[in-house]
């Protein structure tokens, strides 16, 4: 269980590492958008391993087949089945991990829960599995641009120390795009490419923090008390792998203000009552208001390192384990497309929520 | 919608800030569990407003009713409807509010989503509706004690810039409640103390941070790849008003080292298999490590303050609103209960998810 | 668990027979409908004991109190809170239910299966418990009236070998409400208020047939291919006491016809696609048609009699139980309301689906 | 939306008629089940088209693929993705129904719910998309047998008026697979194919009714008030396509009889408490009793027939459409282990809701 995210603007993931291949089927797309295979391809492509010299040089060509759900070229309301197969396995790489567990990975609590799993390149526990919430996210991002011009753009803010400028423009895609770290300031990306490259000459690895900013949010969205918008935000991030920590507007260093320094008051501005701050990031109460979403989430420095690490076997022995090969020395920026995937993902589900709830009927 | 909670252990909480009262409906709690209505108003009464001089002072008895699903002092596993009624109302309080938005609350959006909100104390958007989560996560609580010795203890880490020194061991239930800002540590909680009596006085507000510790958890609970068990926590948290960060572990600290230095290696201790260090956080790939479960919450300063700040009116004027009568300096003393309460409903519900697909059936 | 019904017009009910109350939250109510107290009661007094001769003579009065969201006489969009309290309380009269499991009823299941349970009145598992359904049920009824225009008639279509005359034209509220029976053709229920009468001498009780009807439905509810409109009515009338059967349009019967017989050819008429006939009920592959919906509810004969009845203690004694005092010896005149609550909340849940997934968006 | 089935057993299906596959997701299953692919073909086999000369000789070999979630031959508690290709598209076929909607097919509706659709075999409302819950039924089943020895046995009851002897003993799989009927009474299984095939001459189609029995279940699985069993079994039938009406123990016919006749008395019996009688059919108050679970599925004389029809263009004129080439003139042998399938996957996710309720916790 747990591989089903959403509540109207469903999906369910599947796949694992090695083996047939992952892939996602959306449940409650809308009927009668536009969408060609490129258009999800072009999201997966940015996720994916080996596009640059900074990731991971896994080979994975990651080509997605859509199954189901569209015809002639529009969706039809009903499951989109989406899949990329598996093509770079190496099983005999992993021998190791069958029988000792990786520090700070899986694999021991998956051992423990299930009694079972599949050790081959982590198997569920892979950061693989984003595939299937790039591939729904695609989705999720085009209906947000096709009804209601809504953009979505996430980018690499911090490296270990090395941060951005604060409050620089919204991002354009363009920018983001425009180095392998996908961090919008060239000089700051410069400096931070610099740093993974020589963590990575080390065998080590680094973290850090991705932001993301979604302007064209229409006033409204998200269902207090509970399903809040900056909750059901917060659990989308948490529920990605290496993620350690999530913050909306303000966040952590807010606390930090009085409530006189904090408070962001009404104004008028363009004809509609907007804040004149936005320490809020974008949200009241849980519901959007109209104002810019910020939010940014802390992703751990990767768990594999090419070093020596002191561990148990299952059998309960103490033991060591190195990896080897091919390792990611910062998942940062090949997580820029998968931050953007799942706020998508949350924003087309509340949305829908929204409406049904204040869009249904009318009662005048 | 989103005033139900959990997926096995469900709750209902409903309830405005004036009108009937507050109250919860708890679906799915396990029968033949002893419970009697002291256990949740010992609980309610460390969230209730005037428990000391650095509270709000609003009078609030809160006496809990028990109206279902106990019987003979033992549950039934059916449904458990708790109520307390609303006493100190004063809506003339309120006239203002009605018609002018309160910079950083729920008003704005509330009155933009639904077209149409109760304005007196906040309506359903005041921190008042807590007190069904608090009664809920009081039968949570009990849960984790008698069948797992399971122990939460939240307590307040930092206001504004006055933190508690790190690392310090489980805090029991004496330190947290033996001073008014729920600080374990004493001299760090006369700090915080003098802090927010100079706030109050100045008729404005500050934030902070609550810590929350589990001790006691099996391995196994959590369930990957979306309801890993900090994505849970992380909405639980970003669920309660006020919030603007969570993290887990070594959170947004934890990305400033390598890879190298933030692992946690296994060793052998006490006879299992443990991580020397925690940065997890007691977590592995979003399932509960058998280590101590540590996160922290950010809590913005109180939006309501005794200053006049700009707003703009329901009809779209530019004005001003001043706060008056009695307000709350810092939620963070009583945001503790409030923190362990949604901690207990996530750890029941994935306690309850686990063992449903790795208990149920026997496959040897 | 189980007690929560509907997905975005959700309810949570709970209550015993006997203890504090009965009650229910609606969670998910569309802001801005007009509601008053008295349009709940007026549902809750067709479903009250002791309304007739033929009924049950439980003295309930079953006064509705609506605790929240609810301003000003109009709802806010967040939770309904709603209760009724029991008075008519004698709990001595269930000694004898303590021990010894009464035959047909739920007081065997539940002692096995929660360990722990409320005899008095049969506890959670009494008709009590659909007070809240009906409350529910009444707001959900009036949406549909305000919004749509949407009629909902139940009435008894068949008491034990009494049936109605087929294919009559759709009842009005005041022929059904026309005689005690709820039973639209005064002749007919003239012969089952007369048998009725005469098993309630006997001691004994007997079932039928509830039918139900819907008019004025647009095109389109119903999700298929799990959420067919008819597979959550079938849900929703065998989530009933007493229930044992389902059938929507042709029914059983239909499978006697060819399918040349059977199917319902489309014409134009009315300036609409419309069915010539109507033996699918109103629904196409899961979805409404536009036309009546129909469908009907087989309620067994009441489980309590005043016969002595063989059975066994809960400690495995074979021995002997008699119903005494009040009984209901026919159950279907009060499920008629019953029947079409639970229709009013299938029917506004799906239409806020189909809202949510084919009007939020649009691709033009 | 609606094509996902269950709360923790859960069930996302996917494919249309004609284009990519059809296919499943499993979320949810225990892990350490052994399971090899031939598992689910040999249920697969048994809803394929052509098998005998009774129902459509539409050529589809439906081999199954499992993608993930099994490793080593045992199932590892991740989400196990099954995929059949279509291979026998003729979507040339099907040019008359993208305009004219078949009578009492679902293209009406689709086309006003969704405004777009695939025309192609009727697209996701054929019948062809209960591959995916066979082949996921295939799984429940086996776990059922696994860990429970309970045995589920559907067969064909009545085609059109030609039915069984009622009340015949537990009917085994060689008996229901011993004709391509499926009715385990070779004497009324002749006689039913007789009348089958006398109605394919004809170019007309029948229906019937279709009987599951389930044995070995202990007391305790269902969740009242609103996920009783009966209540997911009838929504689990009625989500089928062509079924009209769902009854379980004594159903529409034990409405004739007095509650004195009807109630089923308690006895001591192989040294468990047990009913004399089982009208209930295997549920009290909504709770597997122990007894076998007895209920009859109504299905409608397939809508396809080789006979002109009246109807209307998707433009609003009226016309006619005749069905050509293949049909299956009654669905009823197909529909036994669909029935099947469906029954298993509402018995292992009521297992595992029972077990995670009152099988977690220990209050003693």
Redesign the interface.
């Known amino acids: 269980?747990?591989?089903?995210?959403g509540?109207?603007f469903?999906i369910?993931?599947?796949?694992?590492s090695h083996?047939?291949?992952?892939?996602v089927?959306v449940?409650?797309?809308?009927?009668?958008?536009?969408l060609a295979p490129e258009e999800i391809q072009v999201e997966l492509d940015r996720r994916r391993p080996g596009q640059s010299s900074i990731v991971t040089q896994r080979k994975e060509s990651d080509v997605v087949?859509?199954?189901?759900?569209v015809?002639r070229g529009?969706?039809?309301?009903?499951?989109?089945?989406m899949?990329t197969p598996n093509v770079d396995q190496r099983p005999e790489a992993y021998d190791e991990m069958r029988t000792r567990?990786r520090?700070?990975?899986?694999d021991?609590?998956?051992q423990?829960?299930?009694?079972?799993?599949?050790p081959e390149g982590g198997?569920?526990?892979s950061a693989r599995?984003t595939v299937g919430r790039v591939a729904a996210g695609a989705i999720a991002r085009k209906?947000l641009q096709?009804?209601?011009g809504v953009e979505i753009s996430a980018f690499v803010q911090?490296i270990?120390?090395i941060a951005m400028p604060d409050n620089q423009g919204f991002p354009s895609r363009e920018e983001v795009e425009g180095n392998p770290v996908r961090c919008p300031d060239a000089e700051t990306a410069a400096r931070m490419e610099e740093r993974i490259r020589r963590?990575r000459k080390?065998g080590?690895?680094?973290?850090?923090?991705v932001e993301c900013r979604v302007r064209g949010l229409p006033?409204?969205l998200?269902?207090?008390?509970?399903?809040?918008l900056?909750?059901?935000?917060?659990?989308?991030?948490?529920?990605l792998?290496a993620?350690?920590?999530?913050?909306?507007?303000?966040?952590?260093g807010?606390?930090?203000?009085?409530?006189?320094?904090?408070?962001?008051?009404?104004?008028?501005r363009e004809g509609r009552?907007r804040?004149?701050g936005n320490?809020?990031?974008g949200?009241?109460?849980?519901?959007?208001?109209g104002e810019e979403l910020r939010f940014r989430t802390?992703?751990?420095?990767?768990?594999?390192?090419l070093?020596t690490?002191?561990?148990?076997s299952e059998s309960?022995e103490?033991t060591e384990i190195r990896g080897k090969g091919r390792h990611d020395p910062c998942v940062l920026p090949r997580a820029v497309p998968i931050v953007e995937a799942m706020t998508a993902l949350v924003l087309v589900d509340h949305?829908?929520?929204?409406?049904?709830?204040?869009?249904?009927?009318?009662?005048e």
């Open positions: 269980m747990g591989n089903i995210f509540t109207l469903r369910t993931t599947w796949g694992e083996g047939g291949g992952v892939g089927v449940d409650g797309c809308p009927p009668g958008l536009p087949t859509i199954y189901s759900g015809y529009k969706t039809t309301g009903t499951p989109i089945s899949m567990f520090p700070s990975h899986a021991f609590t998956y423990r829960k299930f009694g079972w799993r599949n198997g569920r526990s599995e209906i096709a009804a209601g911090r270990q120390d963590i080390e080590d690895s680094v973290g850090g923090v006033v409204g998200g269902a207090p008390v509970f399903d809040r900056e909750a059901d935000l917060a659990k989308a991030m948490l529920s792998p993620t350690k920590g999530f913050e909306i507007g303000s966040g952590f807010g606390t930090l203000l009085k409530g006189s320094e904090h408070n962001d008051p009404f104004e008028r009552t804040t004149v320490r809020a990031g949200v009241l109460g849980g519901i959007s208001s802390a992703f751990k420095p990767t768990a594999t390192i070093k690490q002191k561990t148990v309960g103490e949305w829908m929520l929204h409406h049904a709830q204040c869009g249904t009927f009318s009662f």
